[in-house]
């Protein structure tokens, strides 16, 4: 995903082989084991090849194996997206220079680290959209209520079986944007076959939105999605009242980012296993409680922070001048 995602923006992409160790099976242990030495041994090439001024790691597997590589030689920063850190960027914690993080609770888990609280970064393109606008886009009324459901770049399958299930109940109160991702998408386009005309006209699928994702976000009057690291910052963009349902196999970092939302009174939480019973009864309350939705949106866009990439970007360029390199 990440290749295709900076193909269309133009940026250079490596691959650098990687996988997990934690949680893992005595039988794909050893695999995996081989596939990080193989990632140490690429990423000494992506080393030596590019000659960095400053190492940048918001996680993931392949984190581990370029920090290795990296041995202390090249200055390293850290991003921390999620409220609770993963465990490649605990292990690199050790080795980074300086730690930028989404919220004030993330400092609690690097208590001996220089950390530097900047908020999660938005892309500008996201933020240019007006409501108006938007709506004409997806050719949406101005005025009726809207529900936004996603469920990541992948999508998510009990998410998306329970609007699907869910949908003639829901299309009589609101129209429905659904951003399904690509590997549900046959299911959506044959429940879309089945519904009757007057609510297909409400219902607007998609199997996934690049350029317009910011047209969704600004349209909506409330979003049911997962609680990725996303949800920090692209909700809040947009003072957007959410009902969160964290992947439950995601270790507990979706879940921790949920209830953060929740303590402020910006989101609801909705756990995977009762979305089949409960999904259109909290919609609908929501949607039907217009002073709920109003404070649960103030709530939201107060935690907004409009200059996260910008602090960030400052940060990296002072990082990498203080080896006496000029960027």
């Known amino acids: 995903m990440e290749r295709e995602l900076l193909a269309r923006t133009g940026v250079t992409f490596t691959a650098i082989p990687a996988a997990g160790i934690h949680g893992v099976g005595l039988r794909r242990l050893p695999g995996n084991l081989v596939q990080l030495a193989r990632g140490y041994r690429a990423s000494r090439r992506v080393l030596w090849d590019f000659r960095p001024h400053v190492l940048f ?67 500008k393109e996201i933020l240019a959209w007006t409501r108006d606008k938007a709506r004409q886009t997806l050719n949406l009324p101005p005025d009726a209520p809207v529900l936004l459901v996603f469920g990541g770049s992948l999508g998510a399958r009990s998410i998306n079986q329970a609007l699907l ?9 609101m129209y429905v944007v659904h951003i399904s991702g690509s590997r549900d998408w046959p299911m959506v386009e044959e429940r879309l076959t089945r519904l009757a005309a007057p609510l297909r006209e409400r219902y607007r699928p998609y ?53 953060y939302l929740v303590a402020r009174g910006a989101a609801v939480l909705l756990p995977d296993e009762a979305l089949p019973q409960r999904l259109a009864d909290t919609v609908l309350a929501l949607m039907q409680d217009a002073p709920r939705r109003q404070a649960m949106g103030q709530a939201m866009r107060a935690l907004f922070r409009p200059q996260a990439a910008e602090e960030m970007a400052r940060g990296l360029l002072a990082l990498a001048q203080e080896g006496g390199r000029t960027p």
Do not use: C
């Open 165 to 173: 299930t869910a949908l003639p109940r829901l299309l009589r109160h």
């Open 207 to 259: 199997p996934y939105l690049h350029e317009t994702m910011g047209a969704a976000l600004a349209a909506a009057d409330l979003v049911v999605s997962r609680a990725g690291a996303s949800t920090l910052g692209e909700f809040p963009a947009w003072g957007l009242p959410a009902i969160l349902v964290p992947y439950p196999h995601a270790w507990r970092y979706q879940k921790v980012n949920a209830m």
């Open 57 to 123: 790691f918001t996680g993931g597997y392949v984190a581990g194996p370029m920090g290795m590589a990296a041995g202390g030689r090249t200055p390293i920063a850290l991003y921390v997206p999620d409220i609770e850190p993963g465990l490649a960027l605990k292990f690199l914690a050790r080795m980074a220079t300086r730690i930028f993080v989404t919220v004030e609770e993330t400092r609690a888990f690097f208590p001996k680290k220089e950390v530097q609280v900047v908020g999660y970064p938005v892309r």
